[in-house]
Each structure stands twice: as structure tokens, then as C-alpha cells.
């Protein structure tokens, strides 16, 4: 009976111990003590939360694109004029080399003493290389799109399109003189329209030169 | 004296400040060995908004199409390099903090260009106008490889990589 009064006893006194608390239960109590191990952590910040705050605002309505654009139509328009680009600056080399040739053969020819004529084919390949380049070289721009609204006004495009364009004129105007004045051989006037035929030429090429220039510098 | 104080009050007042467009602008610089080339935007639009704490929030947006350098075929270029049909905008957005008198304003930002958006922290001065608006100017540099932006070339020479951006805006305050 002793033992088990005295096993009682020991129930009753372990029961009657307290115990520690539940933390899901007693914390979320209002001024419920709470132990050091209990008290949960401080959150810490994201270790980017104080040197980059969210931008992720947006103080503006949304708005549609302004410039109503044919993308592919862009794309082809910078691929052509990269080519204008280039094969215009080889036709600038072949220019300055037919132009060269061409004071040459005409102070060879007309100029004084005997004519050798050792000039001539010379300037009738570089002069032939300089047409085509400069055919090659107007068409890459001309049959270049627009797909983007052009700007008013006059700028560097403006006078590079109106120097490009005398050029052209006195192109023509050379390959119409040259072939003349090559088939004026033996004729007395021969040496006036080789004369001209240097004078435009040399013009042509200032317009060529003015027309790069506006573009390089 | 009491004019500046209370134009420096102004200038921190709290609310939605919105950016005159047709007395701002917005530049931007780019170097090539041959050539310095910068464009001018008389389109920005924006707002910021000042908290009572004097937190502040911004947002500033110009059409790339408004980009205007004075040659039309750099600009189209421009526009081509930038494909302004996905990404018409630039956007630049901030935060920061405005305190009574304040003459300088450091944003911590971020600018959106060609869709690829980067920091850009910027340090801005700040001018309060005897009509109650103001003033803001300030310059950062951005990259144009960062965003992905083809640099052009010329004679086969590409501009530098560095872009200045420059803002002039006048903002407005709240009625």
C-alpha cells in the first residue's frame, strides 16, 4: 500500500511539474513571456533590399509605338546602304585613279611633243571601272527602302544626293564626250573636245570628292 | 532670402510633379574618330512623385523616334541600330530622397534601352524657377554594348562604346 501510495505520489508530482510551453500555442498569445530559444528570428533583409530597391513602378500610362515601322523593309534598307558605303569608296579610288590617267594620257596626246599613246588603255579601263562603280554605287541607294519617315530640311544627306547628282550629269557627260573625241582621231578639233572632256572630268571628280566628303567628314 | 526659402520649400513639396515637355529635353552624345554626334528629344515626358517623407519616385520616357540629330540619315540609322519597333522607348526610372532645400538629388536608377534595362545611378541639380517649377539637369554614360545596340560604323570604324545621356527637364508640382 506504501508503494503504491508512494507511486501516486510520483504521478501527482510529475503532472504537477510545469512544462515547457508549446511554442505554436502560447506565443501567439499577447504578452505571453517567451523564452530565448522560442523567440523567433528577425527576418533578415535580402542582403540587395536597402541597394536596389524595386523600379519595378510605373509612373506613366502605357502608349503605343509612335513610328509605324516595316522592320525587314529596315533591315534591307542598312544592308544596301553598307554595300553603297563600301563600293562607293572603291568607285572614289577608281575616280582618282582614272582622273589621274586621264591628265596623263590627254598631256601625252595634245599637250606637247610627239603623242606615244601609251596612256590611252589605261584610261579607257579605269575610266569604264569608274562608270560602273559609280552605276553600281547609285543603284545599292536608289533601290534602297524608306520604310521611316524622312525629316525636312537640308542637311548633310541633302548635299551629298545633290553632289552625287552633278557627278552623275557630268558622268554622262563624259562617257559621251570620250567616245567622241576617240573617234575624232586625226581631225582638227580633235584636241577642243579632248580639252573639254578633261575639264568635266575634272569637275565630275570634285563632285565625287564633295559627295564622299559629306559623308566621311 | 524669403524668396529662396520659399522656392526651396517648393521644390520639396510633396505630390505628383510632371515634366513639361515643350520646356525639356533629352541628348544624347556619341564619339567616332571622325565625328561627334548628339541628339536632342523635345518628347520627354515624365513624372515624379514626392511622398511626405520625402521619398522620391521617378519616371522619365522619350520616343526614340524623337531623337533628332540634324541628319536624317544618321537618324534613321539610328532608329534601324535600336529597332524602334520593339523598343520605341528609352525609360529611365529612379528613386531617391528629397529633403527642404535640397540642391543636388543623387537617383538610384535604372535606364531601358533597346529593351535591356542596367543601372544607372545619376546625380542630378536641382533649380527652383521663380514659377514655382523646376529645373533638373543631369548627365550619365551608359554602354551600348550593355544593351545589346549594334554601334555604327563608318569608313569601318565603329563609334566608342560610351553614351551620354543628358537630361534638361522642368517639372511642374503638384495644384
Same mark, same amino acid.
Given at each position: 500500500?506504501?508503494?503504491?501510495?508512494?507511486?501516486?505520489?510520483?504521478?501527482?508530482?510529475?503532472?504537477?511539474?510545469?512544462?515547457? +510551453?508549446? +511554442?505554436?500555442?502560447?506565443?501567439?498569445?499577447?504578452?505571453?513571456?517567451?523564452?530565448?530559444?522560442?523567440?523567433?528570428?528577425?527576418?533578415?533583409?535580402?542582403?540587395?533590399?536597402?541597394?536596389?530597391?524595386?523600379?519595378?513602378?510605373?509612373?506613366?500610362?502605357?502608349?503605343?509605338?509612335?513610328?509605324?515601322?516595316?522592320?525587314?523593309?529596315?533591315?534591307?534598307?542598312?544592308?544596301?546602304?553598307?554595300?553603297?558605303? *563600301?563600293?562607293?569608296?572603291?568607285?572614289? +579610288?577608281?575616280?582618282?585613279?582614272?582622273?589621274?590617267?586621264?591628265?596623263?594620257?590627254?598631256?601625252?596626246?595634245?599637250?606637247? *611633243?610627239?603623242?606615244?599613246?601609251?596612256?590611252?588603255?589605261?584610261?579607257?579601263?579605269?575610266?569604264?571601272?569608274?562608270?560602273?562603280?559609280?552605276?553600281?554605287?547609285?543603284?545599292?541607294?536608289?533601290?534602297?527602302?524608306?520604310?521611316?519617315?524622312?525629316?525636312?530640311?537640308?542637311?548633310?544627306?541633302?548635299?551629298?544626293?545633290?553632289?552625287?547628282?552633278?557627278?552623275?550629269?557630268?558622268?554622262?557627260?563624259?562617257?559621251?564626250?570620250?567616245?567622241?573625241?576617240?573617234?575624232?582621231?586625226?581631225?582638227?578639233?580633235?584636241?577642243?573636245?579632248? +580639252?573639254?572632256?578633261?575639264?568635266?572630268?575634272?569637275?565630275?571628280?570634285?563632285?565625287?570628292?564633295?559627295?564622299? *566628303?559629306?559623308?566621311?567628314? | 532670402?524669403?524668396?529662396?526659402?520659399?522656392?526651396?520649400?517648393?521644390?520639396?513639396?510633396?505630390? &505628383?510633379? &510632371? #515634366?513639361?515637355?515643350?520646356?525639356?529635353?533629352?541628348?544624347?552624345?556619341?564619339?567616332?574618330?571622325?565625328?561627334?554626334?548628339?541628339? &536632342?528629344?523635345?518628347?520627354?515626358?515624365?513624372?515624379?512623385?514626392?511622398? $511626405?517623407?520625402? &521619398?522620391?519616385?521617378? !519616371?522619365?520616357?522619350? /520616343?526614340?523616334?524623337?531623337?533628332?540629330?540634324?541628319?536624317?540619315?544618321?537618324?534613321?540609322?539610328?532608329?534601324?541600330?535600336?529597332?524602334?519597333?520593339?523598343?520605341?522607348?528609352?525609360?529611365?526610372?529612379?528613386?531617391?530622397?528629397?529633403?527642404?532645400?535640397?540642391?543636388?538629388?543623387?537617383?538610384?536608377?535604372?535606364? !531601358?534601352?533597346?529593351? #535591356?534595362?542596367? $543601372?544607372? $545611378?545619376?546625380?542630378?541639380?536641382? !533649380?527652383?524657377? /521663380?514659377?514655382?517649377?523646376?529645373?533638373?539637369?543631369?548627365?550619365?554614360? #551608359?554602354?551600348?554594348?550593355?544593351?545589346?545596340?549594334?554601334? $555604327?560604323?563608318?569608313?569601318?570604324?565603329? #563609334?566608342?562604346?560610351?553614351?551620354?545621356? !543628358?537630361?534638361?527637364?522642368?517639372?511642374?508640382? /503638384?495644384?
Amino acid at each position: 500500500m506504501t508503494t503504491s501510495f508512494g507511486a501516486a505520489v510520483l504521478v501527482l508530482a510529475l503532472l504537477a511539474m510545469p512544462r515547457p +510551453a508549446v +511554442a505554436c500555442v502560447f506565443l501567439d498569445e499577447p504578452g505571453a513571456p517567451q523564452s530565448a530559444s522560442q523567440q523567433p528570428k528577425a527576418e533578415e533583409p535580402p542582403p540587395n533590399a536597402v541597394t536596389n530597391p524595386p523600379l519595378d513602378f510605373e509612373l506613366l500610362d502605357a502608349k503605343k509605338p509612335l513610328v509605324p515601322v516595316d522592320d525587314a523593309a529596315i533591315r534591307r534598307r542598312r544592308t544596301l546602304l553598307s554595300w553603297h558605303q *563600301g563600293v562607293g569608296l572603291g568607285m572614289f +579610288a577608281v575616280a582618282l585613279a582614272n582622273t589621274v590617267v586621264g591628265q596623263l594620257n590627254y598631256s601625252d596626246r595634245f599637250a606637247s *611633243g610627239p603623242s606615244t599613246g601609251r596612256y590611252q588603255l589605261a584610261h579607257e579601263l579605269t575610266a569604264g571601272a569608274t562608270v560602273a562603280a559609280f552605276t553600281a554605287t547609285g543603284l545599292l541607294a536608289l533601290f534602297a527602302p524608306t520604310p521611316l519617315p524622312k525629316t525636312d530640311g537640308f542637311d548633310r544627306i541633302s548635299l551629298h544626293k545633290l553632289a552625287t547628282g552633278a557627278a552623275a550629269a557630268g558622268m554622262a557627260a563624259e562617257v559621251v564626250l570620250g567616245l567622241y573625241t576617240a573617234s575624232r582621231e586625226g581631225y582638227l578639233n580633235q584636241p577642243d573636245f579632248a +580639252a573639254a572632256h578633261l575639264i568635266i572630268g575634272y569637275f565630275t571628280f570634285a563632285a565625287i570628292t564633295l559627295g564622299v *566628303g559629306t559623308i566621311v567628314f | 532670402m524669403l524668396i529662396a526659402l520659399i522656392l526651396a520649400s517648393a521644390a520639396a513639396a510633396p505630390g &505628383t510633379w &510632371t #515634366v513639361d515637355s515643350a520646356q525639356s529635353a533629352l541628348r544624347y552624345a556619341v564619339n567616332h574618330k571622325l565625328h561627334k554626334v548628339d541628339a &536632342t528629344s523635345k518628347e520627354a515626358e515624365g513624372k515624379a512623385v514626392v511622398r $511626405p517623407d520625402g &521619398t522620391l519616385m521617378v !519616371e522619365v520616357r522619350a /520616343p526614340v523616334a524623337s531623337l533628332k540629330s540634324g541628319d536624317c540619315n544618321r537618324d534613321e540609322h539610328m532608329l534601324e541600330v535600336m529597332n524602334v519597333c520593339a523598343h520605341p522607348f528609352v525609360v529611365f526610372k529612379g528613386l531617391g530622397h528629397l529633403a527642404h532645400g535640397d540642391a543636388q538629388l543623387q537617383l538610384q536608377g535604372q535606364i !531601358e534601352l533597346h529593351g #535591356v534595362k542596367a $543601372p544607372a $545611378p545619376v546625380s542630378l541639380s536641382l !533649380e527652383a524657377q /521663380p514659377d514655382g517649377s523646376l529645373r533638373v539637369k543631369g548627365s550619365f554614360d #551608359v554602354s551600348l554594348d550593355a544593351h545589346g545596340i549594334e554601334r $555604327p560604323s563608318l569608313l569601318f570604324a565603329k #563609334v566608342d562604346d560610351a553614351c551620354r545621356i !543628358e537630361v534638361d527637364l522642368l517639372l511642374r508640382g /503638384p495644384k
